[in-house]
């Protein structure tokens, strides 16, 4: 694992200083610029005896590959990596456990999207296999809009075990598949619930689907057969909002 990795973004930079700043060696921030809210990440930092350091810009964009990086660049160490025994315990303390299941997405503008959104759906944790996804990075934190900060993201080794230990602890897995004729609204998801999404473009994995307790679609009515993955997401979880608040 690597000994530190760069944060870059407002609101990845927020959130890791309300909650983990621990994690941040140093801040680099652009030379010149003046708002409020780089304002209040500079005097959180001060406040909590972080280095700071006032640069150009040509110095940030190195640091980041020339990434949108909002003025404000960070030097951290790495977040700790959740497994299945952080699991274990959500599933426990949960009141009506909710996750989000990734299988196999791999573009990190779709896995910070799928975290912003989970977190705003009160999700209790997303969930994706140690291979084949993405992870972690910089551009998940900067898409996600803090949501990476706050929304556990579990690794786990085998995902078609990890969904028959949720299924033995009660909780139903339901899986999205373009091929099936049932629809999300036409299946009761008010209990506990993991909602499991397939890759862009192939879709859930063989073993992942015959671990699924239903499989549903989002009706599609127009001339597109189906939706980008971090869309379909956010759609599908907030159905399962709708119906826990009915």
């Known amino acids: 694992m690597a000994q530190q990795e760069w944060l870059y973004g407002l609101h990845a930079m927020q959130s890791v200083l309300q909650k983990e700043p621990e994690r941040i060696i140093e801040i680099l921030v652009l030379k010149g610029r003046n708002d409020d809210r780089l304002g209040d990440i ?3 930092a001060r406040r909590f005896g972080i280095s700071l350091q006032f640069c150009q810009r040509k110095t940030l964009d190195d640091k980041v590959g020339g990434q949108q990086h ?3 660049v960070a030097r951290a160490k790495p977040a700790r990596v959740l497994d299945e025994s952080d699991l274990d315990t959500i599933v426990e303390n949960a009141r009506q456990p909710f996750f989000l299941v ?3 997405v791999t573009d990190p503008h779709n896995l910070g999207a799928c975290l912003r959104t989970a977190d705003g759906a009160g999700v209790d944790a997303v969930i994706v296999p140690k291979d084949k996804s993405a992870s972690l990075t910089p551009t998940v934190r900067k898409v996600a809009c803090g949501a990476a900060e706050v929304m556990p993201l579990i690794q786990v080794t085998n995902l078609a075990r990890t969904l028959k230990h949720l299924k033995d602890n009660g909780v139903w897995v339901v899986g999205t598949a373009g091929e099936t004729d049932q629809t999300l609204y036409d299946i009761d998801v008010s209990g506990p619930t993991a909602l499991v999404m397939g890759a862009e473009g192939k879709g859930m994995r063989r073993l992942t689907r015959e671990h699924c307790d239903h499989l549903v ?3 599609m009515a ?3 057969t189906s939706l980008n993955v971090s869309v379909a997401t956010g759609v599908c979880l907030y159905e399962i909002v709708r119906q826990r608040a009915g």
């Open 102 to 104: 990734l299988d196999g």
């Open 42 to 44: 500079v005097n959180q």
């Open 217 to 219: 679609k989002l009706p």
């Open 70 to 72: 909002q003025g404000v």
């Open 222 to 224: 127009g001339s597109v």
